[in-house]
C-alpha cells in the first residue's frame, strides 16, 4: 500500500498535519492568554467600577468612575 503512495500525496498529508498542528497550538496560546489575564476580583460598587489582576510583574489594579 505505501508504495502506491507518491511524493505528490506525501507532501499533502504532511502539510495537513502541520497545519492542524499549528492552528491547535494557536488555539491552546489563546486559552493560555485568556486565562492568564483573566480578573481575579471585579469591582462593581455604586459609582465606581473596576478590576484587579494577578500577573507575573505583581498585582494590576484598575478602577474608574462611572459615567452618568
Known amino acids: 500500500m505505501a ?3 507518491d511524493g505528490k500525496s506525501n507532501n499533502l498529508l504532511l502539510g495537513l498535519l502541520l497545519g492542524a498542528a499549528v492552528v491547535a497550538l ?3 496560546a489563546y ?3 485568556e ?3 483573566e480578573p481575579v476580583v ?3 460598587v ?3 467600577s ?3 489582576r494577578k ?5 494590576d489594579i484598575e478602577v474608574g468612575k462611572d459615567k452618568p
Open 50 to 52: 473596576g478590576e484587579i
Open 46 to 48: 455604586p459609582g465606581f
Open 55 to 59: 500577573d507575573n510583574g505583581g498585582v
Open 42 to 44: 471585579k469591582i462593581d
Open 35 to 37: 486565562r492568564r489575564h
Open 26 to 28: 494557536g488555539v491552546l
Open 3 to 5: 508504495d502506491n503512495l
Open 31 to 33: 486559552f493560555y492568554y
